[in-house]
């Protein structure tokens, strides 16, 4: 069943040094399952993710083909629609947390205000799901969590409020981007656990935008490769390591691997035919 | 080259005692690559950041080329133990020009041939000459972890500390990088003490591995160890186990 289906997606920036075109033409369609987007910095993917919430200002533009959300028109919304969907139906994790957290308030205000605003829930209400929201991604002491401000807790700590914050709604659709970069292996374990619980028990359906090829291998269903706002190859994440596009193959050659050779390490070659 | 003895590192936050360090004890011949792994707040950036005087030693003793360092560590130090850090956006001035932070070191130390220096380190680090008077915000990550590397061995030093220093970069950027640690590792005969989160990376350039966990010493791995997952305690493996994807 698809939940997310969006058809030659452009999005393009005028700027003083002229037309720069973050993403030229990205198709895809999402069921309820992990659908994974890789690619280097400035390959769109971000974008990508942003714009299926519209979320994207000017001078920024999303023109698509087609772009529909569980039946509703994601070009075609007003700004009143787009803001019904947006935290309810579907919702997005920013990257860092050191910019996406509000720095003068405290965790515990951030997770309960949209509690208190859409859902006009009681002060102790909205307390008591925060606590649950933030013990559901294993933060064991939430009390004193919902108490501090972003700059008293770690990167890691700060990433997990961000998905609790996301994960209060039971959104329909998570676009995480780039969720556990600040993690280490341990907590970035348990942190894919709980979204691969709600993809799997609620039948949410999640976008995971990363850099890391074989953390995407290892935790998607689906991948798509992209490359200079084109995605190059699409494929099942279980055949990654047999990706057959030479971009995709030299993204995967570049990384060291635990008792492979010592010598230099692989460049990467970048061909402009393949952002054609 | 590098001998840490039982040391600890005590901070006092909110009148709260933090035992960031607690009785590590580890030895780096001279030309060796050293690396130490662990998950946030394990200790490992601050006994990198002890060696080189940014954190305070409560306890114990460091000793660079047999010598107990000193507080404060002087000059003598700064040319023979440098640290590259983890993020080139941060750790560079953002209003001085590359010229700037590469010539610094030399006019500190009285050194004189700026000008042929400076053109010099660019080329070692693999940067255009006309890099030279551009600002950090005019470069792209690896082009500033580049220059903090250039910098790094301006005085020539013996031993590297490098605390993550490819973890903020993309993966071609970061094969790029490592490569270019390895080839001046290679030319300048030099000794890395490493930090990093990523098991393959510490693999793919270090000798030798110390876990910890909570300021502890854990296990201390060489190679082997690694590739035939023959560590002896259930953190180690735990840690490996996170990292299985890294085999692929």
Avoid at chain 1, 9 to 31: H, N
Avoid at chain 1, 97 to 115: D, H, I, R
Avoid at chain 1, 181 to 203: K, P, Y
Wanted: hydrophobic letters at 45%; proline letters at 4%; aromatic letters at 4%.
């Amino acid at each position: 069943m698809t939940l997310l289906s969006v058809r030659n997606l452009r999005v393009s920036f005028d700027t003083e040094a002229g037309l720069v075109e973050a993403v030229r033409g990205v198709s895809f369609d999402l069921g309820r399952e992990r659908l994974g987007i890789v690619g280097e910095s400035g390959s769109g993917k971000t974008m990508t993710g942003r714009s299926v919430l519209r979320l994207i200002r000017p001078p920024g533009k999303i023109e698509a083909d087609a772009m529909h959300f569980d039946g509703a028109d994601l070009m075609a919304a007003s700004e009143a629609e787009m803001r019904a969907l947006r935290g309810r139906r579907m919702a997005m994790v920013m990257q860092d947390p050191k910019y996406s957290l509000n720095p003068v308030m405290n965790v515990g205000a951030q997770l309960t205000e949209g509690l208190r605003q859409r859902d006009r829930l009681s002060a102790g209400d909205a307390r008591r799901k925060a606590i649950d929201a933030l013990e559901a991604v294993q933060i064991r002491d939430p009390e004193r969590v919902l108490s501090a401000y972003p700059h008293e807790l770690s990167g890691g700590m700060g990433q997990r409020v961000m998905i609790a914050m996301m994960l209060i709604p039971s959104p329909d659709l998570l676009i995480a981007d780039e969720p556990t970069s600040a993690l280490d292996v341990t907590v970035q374990a348990e942190v894919l656990s709980i979204l691969d619980g709600l993809v799997r028990d609620r039948g949410m359906g999640l976008i995971f935008i990363s850099h890391d090829l074989r953390l995407v291998a290892r935790f998607c269903d689906r991948v798509l490769v992209m490359y200079k706002g084109r995605v190059v190859e699409e494929l099942a994440a279980r055949d990654l390591m047999q990706a057959r596009h030479p971009y995709t193959q030299g993204l995967l050659n570049c990384l060291p691997r635990i008792g492979g050779s010592r010598g230099p390490l692989p460049g990467l070659d970048r061909n402009a035919e393949w952002a054609r | 080259m590098i001998e840490i003895d039982n040391l600890s590192v005590i901070f006092h936050a909110n009148h709260r005692l933090v035992r960031a360090v607690e009785g590590v004890s580890l030895s780096i011949a001279a030309r060796e690559s050293f690396g130490l792994v662990g998950e946030s707040g394990s200790g490992k950036s601050t006994i990198l950041r002890a060696v080189c005087g940014l954190a305070p030693i409560t306890g114990g003793q460091i000793r660079i080329a047999g010598e107990p360092v000193l507080t404060p560590r002087g000059r003598a130090f700064s040319r023979r133990v440098q640290m590259v850090f983890q993020d080139p956006y941060a750790s560079l001035h953002p209003r001085h020009t590359i010229d700037r932070v590469l010539s610094e070191p030399l006019a500190i130390h009285g050194i004189g041939d700026t000008d042929r220096k400076v053109m010099r380190a660019l080329e070692d680090v693999g940067l255009p000459t006309s890099f030279r008077f551009r600002y950090p915000h005019q470069l792209s990550g690896g082009q500033r972890q580049r220059v903090a590397i250039a910098r790094a061995l301006m005085l020539e030093p013996a031993v590297l500390l490098l605390d993550e220093p490819t973890s903020a970069l993309d993966a071609s950027v970061q094969a790029e990088t490592l490569n270019l640690l390895s080839r001046l590792r290679e030319e300048r005969g030099l000794t890395f003490l490493m930090v990093s989160h990523d098991l393959a990376v510490i693999d793919h350039m270090c000798d030798r591995i110390l876990v910890m966990q909570h300021g502890r010493a854990v296990e201390e791995l060489d190679r082997a160890d690694l590739v035939n997952v023959t560590m002896k305690t259930d953190y180690a493996r735990s840690l490996f186990n996170a990292s299985a994807d890294r085999m692929l």
